[in-house]
């Protein structure tokens, strides 16, 4: 896909940055074989506003792009210690019955939170809806992204609701997307939220907003009108920036994704690999640095990792379709492997934040979707004949099967809680839709940099913030 510059991304390609590795990991296909490890290992970190990569370019001439400047404010690198796994049976506690299915779950405090449609409904740990808010038109609402008690979503507006009161709070209102008549295409897709309360997001009007807590437009920038299909969405922020949509500059035959400064909106660039090939970043660390992919123009994917002046540090380019799983404690990259153009096998390998690889390659049936604060990592996994046998499994360091349960195959919202209950929406079975309590021994999420694939944590928020 990508060459020196990328072209225009339709939904699907463009909700790669989002959800490849929940999407292409947990299906079930057929076997193949696998290529050995092929890590790229690149100078050290760079120095401040030093930050081209010296490693040379395998297709040259490229054009090697890089930050204008380092990221600043960057988060302290911490390793929280494991926390000890729960003493508890893994096991379905229950399932209750919901008015309508959804594409997102997060869990915020005592509260369940997902939408469905123009609706977002609030329920109790217990399943128990408490409260929806409808939208003002008939929109397709985001993912809500929530920060202690106040979770925002985007449709024809961006909405803030107030968990406490269970309550509408204040709007922003948006110019539709750029369809004619009416239309149920939201006119912004997601939001980030920063430790200070003010959002991030991006919209079909081809602007960059930034709005304060109380909802006040702090800036906007033009980044270029965003093509009906593209969602337009900012992926993630970390320190004193954000990684969000420059459409102008992808029209132009440049990226399609750049950083900016939060306090101001001002571009500081993209990154390229050592080809000139633009990188999409998908995740962020503390100690790894910023982690993405590069789709290679006659097939496989690799991924890329950068420090924080965009340097490049080290890079999987094995010629396969390489994805990355989760962050784990010490912003180790759980990563996966396939060959190019099937599904299975999947090959997991575990890398230190400077690329050597600590375990694997471990080939797997099960599609890894969270990491636990135990050192566990959930996924999810087709059992043999296909249909809609399925379980959810524990893996250990070494991805040895720790514990499972047997579930109907459901591929679907996830949030696990800190007394080890997964939860799930799911559009699958009798009812239709149905909330899903599943007891694991893993007592809540990981305390790492990225401990779920797409977005980071129970929250949906891809902010990225220090343990």
Not at 97 to 103: I, R, V, Y
Not at 134 to 156: K, Y
Not at 341 to 366: F, H, I, K, N
């Amino acid at each position: 896909m990508f060459t020196n510059h990328p072209r225009q991304l339709p939904l699907a390609q463009a909700l790669l940055v989002l959800c490849l590795p929940t999407f292409l990991l947990m299906g079930c296909g057929k076997s193949g074989s696998i290529a050995a490890d092929a890590v790229q290992m690149f100078d050290g970190p760079a120095a401040d506003g030093a930050a081209l990569a010296d490693a040379p370019s395998v297709d040259a001439p490229a054009v090697i792009l890089t930050l204008s400047r380092c990221v600043g404010s960057w988060p302290s690198a911490s390793s929280p210690p494991l926390v000890p796994s729960l003493l508890v049976s893994p096991r379905v506690l229950w399932t209750r019955p919901l008015a309508s299915g959804g594409s997102f779950l997060l869990l915020t405090g005592q509260h369940l939170v997902y939408t469905a449609g123009n609706t977002m409904r609030v329920l109790s740990l217990s399943g128990d809806p408490l409260a929806s808010m409808i939208g003002d038109v008939f929109e397709t609402l985001s993912a809500p992204v929530s920060r202690s008690d106040r979770v925002f979503v985007a449709g024809e507006g961006l909405y803030e609701y107030n968990l406490t009161t269970l309550s509408r709070g204040w709007k922003v209102n948006l110019p539709p997307p750029p369809l004619p008549g009416p239309s149920s295409i939201s006119a912004m897709t997601s939001v980030v939220v920063l430790p200070d309360g003010s959002v991030i997001g991006a919209a079909y009007d081809g602007f960059l907003y930034r709005w304060s807590a109380s909802g006040g437009q702090m800036w906007r920038v033009n980044v270029g009108s965003i093509a009906v299909g593209t969602p337009p969405h900012v992926v993630l922020g970390i320190g004193d920036v954000v990684f969000g949509p420059s459409t102008a500059a992808g029209m132009a035959g440049g990226p399609w994704y750049k950083f900016y400064d939060i306090a101001s909106g001002d571009a500081i660039g993209a990154v390229s690999d050592s080809a000139g090939r633009v990188i999409n970043f998908a995740m962020a660390g503390s100690e790894i640095g910023l982690v993405g992919y590069v789709e290679r123009a006659g097939g496989g994917i690799d991924v890329n990792v950068v420090d924080r002046c965009g340097k490049l540090k080290w890079a999987v380019a094995s010629g396969e379709e390489n994805f990355v799983a989760a962050l784990l404690r010490g912003d180790r990259l759980l990563a996966a492997s396939r060959p190019v153009g099937t599904l299975r096998p999947v090959q997991y390998r575990l890398y230190s934040p400077d690329g050597v690889v600590e375990a694997g390659p471990v080939t797997s049936s099960a599609g890894l979707f969270m990491a636990g604060a135990d050192g566990t990592m959930l996924g999810q996994e087709c059992l043999s004949g296909g249909g809609q046998a399925g379980a959810i499994v524990g893996y250990d360091a070494n991805l040895r099967e720790a514990w499972r349960v047997d579930v109907p195959v459901c591929y679907c919202p996830s949030a696990l809680a800190d007394d080890g209950v997964l939860y799930r929406v799911c559009t699958a079975g009798t009812p239709s839709y149905y909330l899903e309590a599943i007891q694991t021994p893993s007592p809540g999420l990981g305390r790492t940099s990225w401990p779920v694939p797409g977005f980071r944590d129970n929250s949906s928020n891809c902010w990225v913030a220090p343990y």
